[in-house]
């Protein structure tokens, strides 16, 4: 079974989840198996409707206090899930939250990990994924041999694929205990996209900066539409 892990903030689903979760689907159909996705926290969607994206079954542990990462204990509850379920392939988003988990998950489960996917695997001889390198100048292709896999899928490489379809939430009883790091405050920031979460990223060309006309207009664009812009430092 492929296990999704679907990461949220501010009660909303983030939209590189839905892109984990069309990809974790299309590698269960690949291999024949099925698909499910794992939750820790609370939303305020609808998580039945998430079936649309070709899951099955949504695991959650519903307590608030998972709204906040805490790595230590996200990996502890993830590997009993994992355990419960017998789930051979775990998929995780390549942002702040899977870079912090997948390392400890690896290790707890003695799974062996790719981070920053950009394709499905080749299963047709073994389990061979491609990953990027050097900022996306390089691929390579990496072989997992254990029985336990965990993918990190780099954000904004797959598409999203939904359909009509609904999932069963069932409700995991595993106690979150008291954790090692108390967090009093979150201060986000504002007024910008963050570039995974944008539906259309507009790019500068090498040599623009924020005083450029070109890239005066590639701005005022970005703010009318409610889309994110990027822009490469300057070679020297």
Do not use: W
Not at 43 to 71: A, F, M, P, R
Not at 128 to 154: D, E, H, P
């Amino acid at each position: 079974m492929v296990l999704i892990y679907i990461d949220h903030s501010e009660g909303q689903i983030k939209k590189t989840s839905l892109e984990a979760l069309s990809y974790g689907a299309a590698l269960a159909k690949q291999t024949g198996t099925s698909a499910e996705g794992v939750l820790l926290g609370t939303v305020s969607e609808n998580l039945g409707s998430i079936g649309k994206y070709g899951i099955q079954k949504i695991h959650q542990v519903g307590q608030e206090s998972l709204n906040q990462l805490d790595s230590e204990q996200y990996i502890r509850i993830l590997s009993a899930i994992v355990e419960k379920t017998g789930a051979t392939v775990i998929v995780l988003t390549h942002n702040n939250t899977g870079r912090a988990i997948a390392p400890g998950l690896s290790a707890r489960l003695k799974a062996g990990l790719v981070t920053g996917a950009t394709a499905l695997p080749d299963t047709a001889n073994g389990f061979q994924v491609k990953k990027n390198l050097f900022s996306g100048k390089a691929f390579c292709t990496v072989s997992i041999k254990t029985t336990i896999k965990i993918i990190s899928l780099n954000p904004n490489v797959y598409p999203v694929v939904s359909a009509e379809g609904s999932a069963e939430i069932i409700l995991e009883n595993i106690p979150v205990q008291p954790g090692a790091v108390t967090i009093k405050s979150v201060t986000k920031a504002s007024g910008e996209i963050p570039l995974t979460e944008a539906e259309i990223v507009v790019s500068g060309a090498r040599g623009t900066n924020r005083h450029c006309h070109r890239t005066e207009f590639i701005y005022r664009r970005r703010n009318l539409r409610g889309h994110s812009a990027s822009g490469r430092r300057k070679q020297k």
